[in-house]
């Protein structure tokens, strides 16, 4: 299964990209909507639970939501506010009930999509940004709905990462050891590892305990000064964002 996703700037947009999708044939609870704005209420969680995503939930219905799909879910995301889930990850959300949300939502936007691209989705909705994504079992059908997510408006993942970084990289080159030179020289080096360490396995982990998950990723580009650097600066980042050190429930 394949994972196509657009971020659209006007909501209005965003349900026409949906409504879109699935007039290609793809199976309405494959086609989720994450929009910022709902009315979440707090869900009690017990005391060894660290701050995370799903901290409060809530069911809609899908016309009071103002999404064509059905039942949708609010939930409050620690440094991106309420946001309405709607589609396959909403039934996923209205399935799991109180403090197991956190978790759930994690699992349920990395479930056929590339795990490094869950930041870039909560980047979108804090500022104010919807995102549509629809998971397709064919080649055909991805290139399909790729081209009417275009058509609709949208900018792609990868566009949306560009200007992410893009945002980002004055600030960094500013602040980098050895100065303007020696961040162009790292650049692509110190990137990949602040990208690293937004990844849904990397959160809130110290570089020992990540260290093995990062090496199966990245090999040797862990060994290198640029890459550690990137990657907590990336931590930082995060902690900046009020997100919280951590998504999962602890144990």
Not at 91 to 107: P, R, W
């Amino acid at each position: 299964m394949q994972a196509v996703a657009g971020v659209f700037v006007a909501r209005a947009d965003a349900q026409r990209a949906a409504a879109m999708l699935e007039s290609l044939g793809i199976p309405h609870d494959r086609v989720t909507v994450l929009a910022p704005g709902g009315d979440a209420r707090r869900v009690p969680t017990d005391e060894g639970e660290r701050p995370g995503m799903g901290a409060a939930l809530g069911a809609v219905t899908g016309a009071a939501a103002g999404f064509p799909m059905g039942a949708a879910v609010t939930l409050l995301v620690p440094g991106v506010g309420a946001v309405i889930a709607s589609g396959m990850i909403g039934a996923m959300l209205l399935g799991a009930g109180g403090a197991a949300v956190g978790a759930a939502l994690e699992e349920s936007l990395v479930t056929g999509l590339p795990r490094d691209e869950l930041f870039l989705y909560e980047d979108a909705l804090r500022q104010g940004h919807t995102v549509v994504i629809a998971l397709v079992e064919d080649e055909a059908l991805t290139e399909a709905a790729r081209a009417r997510l275009a058509e609709a408006g949208a900018e792609s993942i990868d566009a949306a990462r560009e200007h992410w970084w893009i945002g980002l990289r004055s600030a960094e080159q500013e602040q980098y050891a050895g100065g303007p030179h020696a961040f162009e020289r790292d650049e692509a080096l110190y990137r990949r590892g602040f990208e690293a360490a937004l990844g849904p396995d990397a959160r809130g982990r110290a570089w020992d305990d990540a260290l093995a998950g990062l090496r199966a990723r990245h090999g040797a580009d862990c060994d290198r000064p640029a890459f550690r650097r990137g990657w907590e600066r990336g931590q930082a980042y995060r902690r900046d964002l009020g997100a919280g050190p951590d998504l999962r429930k602890s144990a």
